[in-house]
């Protein structure tokens, strides 16, 4: 049982990577061929360009890991069936079932590897890839926020003209302190820093409005601090980047502030967060996919059997940019964007499985 288990992994793994390799290297030099005209205009240095090459192949590597684990299995099971290797297989008292189940756990441990991949590799690729881009190609290499606006739920809103990146400073703030829908406190001040030691913001020059009744009483200080007031400085610059691009505890913190202030664009950003959350489990569903088939086909089982399984991997992605489109449009929860295509795709494979065995 050990040899064979070793022999199932080990030749969908060697599969798997080649192509792997294969597809992402393709997808890289789409890229880079489409930039071609910018790379020989720009001069662009030789150690940037293959920085710039290396930093896109984490994510062309997540893109294409389910089509490639999908092949990668059907390629093995339906070899074993074109080449005999199933009779002795099953002739031992190995059971098909049995023949499997090494797959589905790969699958689940591929699927985990995915997601701890993606989080702490695959973000970080891009938004270098992306700077890198920027500095390469773009018109500007800045990477500062202009006109934020930010909420919590201790009732603080403000307004800051920019936010940057360099110095980690906001310019221009305007903090306003409301109670029961009242404004009690407005700041107005020429910059902003965060403290780190303290865990808040520091207003430089500011003044100070105080509303009392139907009188404001106003401050003039140097430096204005307001200790209730803590959002850290990358939640400034996360505003004009993708919620796709985020670190989780970023993301999560900017889709608790959305749910207070802004229900339809939380909708969309959640319908994203939980579609990168999910990504990962396609290796899972697509495998399953390819456990299930039937393989029983009198000739040609390598062709049938990936025409098959790229059939229904087909419907899963539709299925899939089906949901998010209505995920994005609060058709349905962000949730079921990620729930609703796993579903379909398994209880399709099943149907297709259960009739193929009664053909």
Same mark, same amino acid.
Do not use: C
């Given at each position: 049982?050990? #040899? +064979? ?7 969908? $793994? !060697?599969?798997? /990577?080649?192509? =792997?390799?294969?597809?992402?290297? %393709? ?61 002795? #297989? +099953? ?7 049995? $023949? !499997?189940?090494? /797959?589905?756990? =790969?699958?689940?441990?591929?699927? %985990? ?72 406190? !407005? ?173």
């Amino acid at each position: 049982m050990k #040899i +064979l288990t070793r022999y199932t992994i080990s030749s969908i $793994l !060697r599969v798997a /990577i080649v192509t =792997l390799l294969i597809f992402a290297m %393709i997808l890289a030099a789409v890229e880079l061929f489409s930039k071609m005209d910018q790379i020989m205009h720009s001069s662009v240095p030789v150690p940037s360009l293959l920085e710039y090459i290396l930093l896109g192949l984490p994510e062309y590597t997540m893109m294409v890991a389910s089509i490639a684990f999908l092949f990668s299995v059907t390629y093995f099971l339906s070899t074993l069936t074109a080449n005999n290797e199933m009779i002795p #297989i +099953l002739n031992a008292g190995v059971s098909p079932l049995r $023949l !499997r189940i090494p /797959i589905i756990v =790969l699958a689940v441990v591929l699927t %985990i590897l995915g997601s701890l991949f993606q989080e702490h590799t695959v973000i970080a690729a891009i938004n270098r890839h992306d700077e890198l881009e920027t500095e390469l190609f773009g018109a500007s290499s800045t990477r500062d926020s202009r006109n934020i606006v930010l909420t919590d739920e201790d009732g603080y809103l403000i307004y800051t003209q920019r936010f940057s990146e360099s110095s980690g400073e906001i310019y221009n703030p305007v903090l306003v302190k409301s109670g029961d829908g009242i404004i009690e406190t !407005r700041v107005e001040a020429d910059r902003a820093r965060y403290d780190e030691e303290k865990g808040w913001w520091i207003f430089e020059n500011a003044r100070v409005y105080s509303v009392k009744g139907r009188d404001v009483e106003t401050e003039y200080v140097a430096e204005y601090e307001e200790p209730l007031f803590d959002p850290e400085p990358r939640l400034f610059r996360s505003q004009n980047t993708s919620i796709e691009t985020m670190d989780r505890e970023t993301a999560e913190d900017y889709l608790s502030r959305l749910w207070t202030s802004d229900r339809t664009t939380w909708q969309e950003k959640a319908t994203d967060y939980y579609r990168r959350q999910g990504a990962p489990l396609a290796i899972l569903v697509l495998i399953f996919i390819s456990v299930t088939m039937n393989y029983n086909f009198k000739k040609n089982v390598l062709l049938f059997s990936v025409i098959q399984s790229l059939s229904i991997a087909v419907i899963y992605y539709v299925a899939d940019m089906v949901f998010s489109i209505m995920g994005h449009q609060g058709a349905v929860t962000p949730l079921m964007t990620v729930i609703a295509p796993l579903v379909l795709t398994v209880l399709l494979s099943l149907v297709i499985s259960l009739l193929g065995r009664k053909i």
